[in-house]
T-cell receptor, first 114, second 116 residues
Framework: DVKVTQSSRYLVKRTGEKVFLECVQD?????MFWYRQDPGLGLRLIYF???????EKGDIPEGYSVSREKKERFSLILESASTNQTSMYLC?????????????FGSGTRLTVV | AQSVTQPDIHITVSEGASLELRCNYS??????LFWYVQSPGQGLQLLLK??????LVQGIKGFEAEFKRSQSSFNLRKPSVHWSDAAEYFC??????????????FGGGTRVLVKP
């Protein structure tokens, strides 16, 4: 079964810490995405990547960065965590060659910043 | 720019009753449309999708959706809900471009509660 795996289900971090959220997919997908999900706001795109070492800002990139050194791995980095970054973070991947493929999602990481 | 509106934040339905979730999109060309479901504490699972052809599409778990271009809508329906259908449902639109990124834009979601 194809999978998108997020390394942690729950994380608690302190304000000011540097936080790494990891995502790995085993489907050889070109595209990978990071979203945050907040009640009433749905999913908002933080960053996406369409190839190794390529990245594009989404709708809410401030306070975040990303890294994609290998095709299967896409990392989200909170440079200095703040309480307003407490959220559910969802990673997804998709195929560029099949526009109607849609996304495959990971199970999410619920991050709490205290 | 593409956008999606789900007008209903919460819907409560009795088990065995029918369910309809509304989705309105804004996009300049023929959109690629998706419905996803998220069970508590889980990621999103694809229910169904539309990109061309028959405007009534069937999905998993007994769900169907109808694309109405004139109304810019893609409403999700199920004739008889089960308690396991309690979840949050997201509508999404994509440009369907065979190119870098191929981003989806999601609506705010509708949370469905099922009464016994």
């Amino acid at each position: 079964d194809v999978k998108v795996t997020q390394s942690s289900r729950y994380l608690v971090k302190r304000t000011g810490e540097k936080v790494f959220l990891e995502c790995v997919q085993d489907m050889d997908h070109e595209n990978m995405f990071w979203y945050r999900q907040d009640p009433g706001l749905g999913l908002r795109l933080i960053y996406f990547s369409y190839d190794v070492k390529m990245k594009e800002k989404g709708d809410i990139p401030e306070g975040y960065s990303v890294s994609r050194e290998k095709k299967e791995r896409f990392s989200l980095i909170l440079e200095s965590a703040s309480t307003n970054q407490t959220s559910m973070y969802l990673c997804a991947s998709s195929l560029s060659s099949i526009p109607n493929y849609g996304y495959t999602f990971g199970s999410g990481t619920r991050l709490t910043v205290v | 720019a593409q956008s999606v509106t789900q007008p209903d934040i919460h819907i409560t339905v009795s088990e065995g009753a029918s369910l309809e979730l509304r989705c309105n999109y804004s996009y300049g060309a023929t959109p690629y449309l998706f419905w996803y479901v998220q069970s508590p504490g889980q990621g999103l699972q694809l229910l169904l999708k539309y990109f061309s052809g028959d405007t009534l599409v069937q999905g998993i778990k007994g769900f169907e959706a109808e694309f109405k271009r004139s109304q810019s809508s893609f409403n999700l329906r199920k004739p008889s809900v089960h308690w396991s259908d309690a979840a949050e449902y997201f509508c999404a639109v994509g440009a369907g471009i065979k190119a870098a990124g191929n981003k989806l834009t999601f609506g705010g979601g509708t949370r469905v509660l099922v009464k016994p």
